[in-house]
């Protein structure tokens, strides 16, 4: 008998009006910016919620595989697994996706299904177990190493709850995105050779008009995986990827407001565009094609640490001058050791208010915060911070939380 694993994690939850989406969508895996899977009618009493995944870019890893049955949804936010009022959104066929395809704005289309009308405040979405027949349904490649089993610890296999707030109107069509976070997700157990999924997904609803989008322009020499670009409201990233090898980033969907775009790579300050606008019913450009984000070099500093208990998580956040806090790095946390690794720009942040149809950033230098970060760790809630002065060798780290 297949056991089967439901798998959740922490939401942010965004407040959108969710507006008829239309009949067809047509998207598809490998379509940028596609709006899930179309073509469900519906009647006078129900709705149709369409769902789609993407990914954030990934810490290390050539692929991160994962298999899906299908999409669970439920108006109680509390109800339990074997509760009534639980409706599936099939898929076909369980479905594998190599979730580092998934970024710069394509969607995966996972499935639809007719809903009674009303507010939906849970979710759960079912992975197939890894199982002697199907031994790397759920993997992970790490960059020059060899495919390997992605392990699916315990604790979540009783359902962990996924809470979302999304209402479906009767006759009208709901796209949801789950991303999934597979740098968040994916967890190595110390020199075992073994990794742990620890899903980081957020639910995000929108509406399909051609907006919550936010696209723009690298440099060239900062195309790869080393660059990564977010959008955060008050030092948490609501969306990152890594920009393409021309140089070009999309970030869809995201939720309508205003946001700080940060971009971070090996060797550069950082750079933060403030004040970034985002629409429901328009693109967001950050500059061109001609003009092109390209912070300074920098020399880097290696920040370590330990972190107990391991499945906490860790992040550097530096305070520009009168706001706003940026997140600059969030390393991945070894399941057995709790260690830690980052390197954290020495020079300068760069900074620019959003204009649109600039001819250039015009970035001016934070000079009074450089090298200057608080290192957070976080284990279900509990915080503890540390100071630390790049400018100068930083000594290991050790966190001892709750």
Do not use: H
Not at 18 to 43: N, P
Not at 74 to 80: F, L, R, T, V
Not at 356 to 370: P, R, T
């Amino acid at each position: 008998m297949k056991i089967q694993s439901f798998l959740a994690a922490g939401v942010a939850t965004c407040a959108l009006l969710l507006a008829a989406c239309g009949g067809g969508g047509g998207g598809g895996a490998g379509v940028v910016g596609g709006g899930g899977i179309g073509g469900s009618g519906v009647t006078a009493d129900k709705g149709t919620m369409r769902v789609s995944m993407t990914d954030a870019p990934a810490c290390g890893y050539d692929a991160v595989n994962v298999t899906i049955d299908k999409v669970r949804v439920n108006q109680s936010s509390d109800a339990a697994d074997t509760a009534s009022g639980w409706v599936d959104i099939p898929l076909a066929s369980p479905r594998r996706v190599d979730l580092l395809t998934l970024t710069n704005g394509v969607l995966f289309p996972l499935g639809e299904a007719p809903l009674p009308a009303g507010k939906y405040q849970q979710m759960r979405l079912v992975l197939a177990d890894n199982t002697q027949a199907n031994p790397l349904a759920n993997s992970v490649k790490p960059t020059g190493g060899s495919e390997t089993p992605l392990d699916t610890p315990s604790a979540q296999q009783s359902g962990l709850k996924l809470n979302m707030n999304v209402d479906v109107p009767a006759g009208q069509v709901v796209d949801v995105v789950l991303d999934f976070d597979a740098c968040k997700s994916v967890v190595k157990r110390g020199n075992s050779g073994r990794y742990n999924l620890k899903p980081v997904i957020t639910v995000v609803p929108f509406v399909n008009s051609g907006g919550q989008r936010v696209e723009g322009w690298v440099d060239t020499s900062l195309a790869g995986s080393t660059t990564l670009v977010s959008l955060q409201s008050q030092g948490v990233p609501v969306k990152s990827s890594i920009p393409d090898s021309l140089g070009r980033f999309a970030l869809f969907p995201v939720p309508t407001g205003n946001f700080d775009l940060v971009v971070t790579s090996a060797d550069r300050a950082t750079a933060v565009i403030t004040a970034v606008p985002v629409s429901a019913t328009a693109v967001t450009s950050v500059g061109s094609e001609s003009v092109r984000i390209n912070p300074p070099g920098t020399s880097m500093r290696s920040v370590l640490g330990t972190v107990n208990p391991a499945s906490a998580t860790v992040r550097a956040l530096q305070n520009l001058t009168g706001g706003p806090a940026i997140e600059v790095a969030s390393p991945p946390v070894d399941a057995s050791s709790g260690g830690f690794g980052m390197n954290l720009p020495i020079g300068a942040p760069v900074r620019a208010p959003f204009v649109a149809n600039a001819s250039s950033f015009g970035f001016s230098a934070d000079a009074a915060v450089a090298g200057l970060y608080t290192v957070q760790a976080n284990s279900n809630g509990n915080l503890q911070n540390t100071a630390v002065n790049a400018n100068n060798p930083v000594p290991p780290l050790s966190f001892n939380l709750p």
